[in-house]
């Protein structure tokens, strides 16, 4: 049964929205980062905490979160043959996202709470996904380990009692990947109509 909604603007983004790795290097306004973000904080957010803040990364500043990814690369890399190859490689990633958004969570200390505001965090970030893809944007959600690593925290100002949920790397794409099946729902459903006897 094909419903009238699959059919709309929607949901069209909805199903075409990719997950992005490679970025033209055309930048991107941080104008209009900060409307899509605008938009994005309609999110569903039980009790309104509003627990969210940003930190945009973008021109040279870019470099100081490339350097600490390629100071973990090289410490991990035992050939020392290798280690500055692949240190420049992961430093020319990193220098090639056109814009970094990093989205952070003020932790509340209530842990339901937390739960809940980390939840409308995720809401948040797939609305500005969506409005981002509208707009020719694609981006990549990042959950690497640098979230959590205290170099990268003080660099962007990321305090106790505030967790870096998402890196969000940004930019016109480069390349689109063509999409992974999911499973249709009807078929994850299940249906409860009548009282229990
Ligand atoms: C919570 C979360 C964390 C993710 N972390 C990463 C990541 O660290 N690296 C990455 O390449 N993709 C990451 N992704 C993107 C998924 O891999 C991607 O959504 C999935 O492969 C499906 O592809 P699609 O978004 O193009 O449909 C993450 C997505 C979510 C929701």
């Known amino acids: 049964m094909t419903l009238e909604t699959t059919g709309t603007e ?3 983004i909805v199903k075409e ?3 992005v790795h490679q970025f033209e290097s055309k930048e991107v306004e941080l104008s209009l980062i900060q409307e899509l973000l605008d938009t994005s904080v309609w999110a569903p957010n039980h009790r309104l905490t509003q627990p969210w803040r940003f930190v945009s990364v973008k021109g040279e500043g870019r470099s100081r979160i490339a350097e600490i990814a390629r100071k973990n690369v090289e410490k991990r890399e035992s050939d020392p043959a290798k280690r500055e190859e692949i240190g420049q490689k992961f430093y020319k990633r990193f220098m090639n996202v056109p814009v970094i958004l990093v989205v952070v969570q003020k932790e509340n200390p209530n ?3 937390r739960e809940d505001d980390f939840a409308a965090i995720c809401c948040l970030i797939q ?3 969506l409005l981002a893809w509208e707009q020719g ?3 990549v959600w990042e959950s690497y ?3 959590t690593q205290a170099e990268f925290r003080e ?3 990321i305090g106790p009692g505030e967790r870096a949920v998402a890196s969000l790397h940004i930019g016109y794409p480069a390349k689109v990947p063509p999409a992974q ?3 249709p729902a009807s078929e994850l459903l299940t249906v409860i109509d009548t009282p229990s006897s």
Do not use: E
Request: hydrophobic share 45%; aromatic share 4%.
């Open 127 to 129: 609305n500005f996904s």
């Open 111 to 113: 842990l339901a709470v």
């Open 10 to 12: 929607l949901a069209r």
């Open 181 to 183: 099946p999911r499973t």
């Open 155 to 157: 660099t962007l100002g």
């Open 17 to 19: 929205r990719r997950t």
């Open 137 to 139: 944007l694609g981006l």
């Open 145 to 147: 380990p640098l979230l």
